[in-house]
């Protein structure tokens, strides 16, 4: 941990201090577990609210929101993305050890960049480069003539260029459609434990330059994946789907075989997105199948009203059941 003083912190972030602006600072922690060495961070109204009973040290607000005049703050645009910046500064990791660790295996035509640290247990197979300043950490594996851009950073247990799930169905059996393909990922591409990237039966997987997958990301073959996307734990994405630059997937979606996001579209957690659908620019979608947001929540609140709907109906059944057997 590093000891910084209020001031300083807000000079990193372009902030405005009110209070004590000499207190030094020696960590970062939530609004409820912060001490009075800490910084802490509030960026919704919820948390304005609990930030009264926080022991924070000092804490990151928006630039127009009231807080007690007897805090220490930091007023800045955007609290969560600033904090984000000052937990390197107060809470560093520990120095990268770069190089191959003793265990990994990695084939004699692989290239790695300057300043690459490949963990235990790591297999690159032939032909693959990876760039400059990139991390694997344990237990990765890359399939042969897989290209990985600089500033990669790569969890345990992923893997990448494994054959996509290509198969025809010739005379009653399924016959492997060879997957000859490669992948390809950009610079300052994260990519989370336990996430597969499957190599293109021709031509290219690609995953753009500053994309994110969390764990347990599925990425099919032939899938082209743009710049800076977010994809949460637990997508799979089926073969030939095409994502569009800053496009938003949440957790638990699926996405049938070329189905295509356009850029900026926002896919909410458990949607289904259905075979060669298109979600436009933009747009947000939810359930399942995905359509429009506002449409998903108005038939939401419908199904929420059928329960009441129906005992009105059996009401209806009964008057009708009781005035036919007073016309008989």
């Known amino acids: ?15 405005v201090v009110e209070g004590a602006g000499e207190l030094p600072l020696d960590g970062v922690q939530s609004l409820e577990m912060a001490g009075p060495s800490q910084l802490s961070f509030v960026a919704n109204r919820k948390a304005a609210e609990a930030s009264a009973t926080s022991n924070a040290g000092c ?24 904090f984000a910046k000052l937990i390197r500064i107060l809470q560093p990791e520990g120095p990268m ?10 084939d004699a035509s692989a290239v790695i960049g300057a300043g690459t640290s490949i963990g235990a247990g790591c297999v690159i197979g032939r032909g693959v480069n990876i760039g400059p300043g990139g991390r694997l950490h344990p237990n ?4 042969a003539e897989v290209q990985i851009g600089a500033r990669a950073v790569i969890h345990s247990g992923a893997v990448i260029g494994a054959d996509g799930f ?6 009653g059996r399924w016959e492997k459609f060879p997957q000859v393909g490669t992948v390809s990922i950009g610079d300052d591409v994260e990519i989370g ?22 764990n347990m990301v599925h990425i099919g073959h032939n899938c082209r994946i743009g710049k800076h996307v977010v994809i949460a734990a637990q997508t799979g994405l089926s073969g030939g789907v095409i ?16 189905a295509r996001i356009e850029s900026k579209a926002v896919v909410g957690s458990g949607a289904g997105i259905l075979t060669s659908k298109i979600v436009r620019a933009g747009e947000p979608v939810w359930g399942t199948p995905a359509r429009e947001l506002k449409q998903y929540l108005e038939v ?24 036919e057997k007073g016309g008989c």
Not at 1 to 14: C, S
């Open 1 to 15: 941990m590093m000891t910084k003083r209020v001031a300083e912190l807000a000079g990193l972030v372009h902030g």
């Open 59 to 82: 804490l990151l607000v928006p630039l127009q929101w009231p807080l007690p005049a007897t805090r220490t703050v930091i007023r800045v645009e955007d609290p969560r993305a600033c």
């Open 97 to 106: 050890q770069t190089g191959i660790h003793a265990s990994a295996v990695v």
């Open 140 to 143: 990765v594996v890359v399939y």
């Open 166 to 171: 290509g198969f025809a169905l010739t005379g």
């Open 193 to 214: 434990a336990n996430s597969t990237i499957d190599r293109a039966a021709l031509g290219e997987t690609v995953i753009g330059d500053g994309t994110k997958l969390d």
């Open 243 to 258: 994502v569009g630059d800053y496009a938003v997937i949440g957790g638990q979606v699926g996405v049938g075989d070329k």
């Open 300 to 323: 939401l609140a419908a199904m929420n009203r059928l329960p009441e709907m129906r005992k009105q109906f059996k009401e209806v059944l009964e008057r009708l059941r009781e005035l």
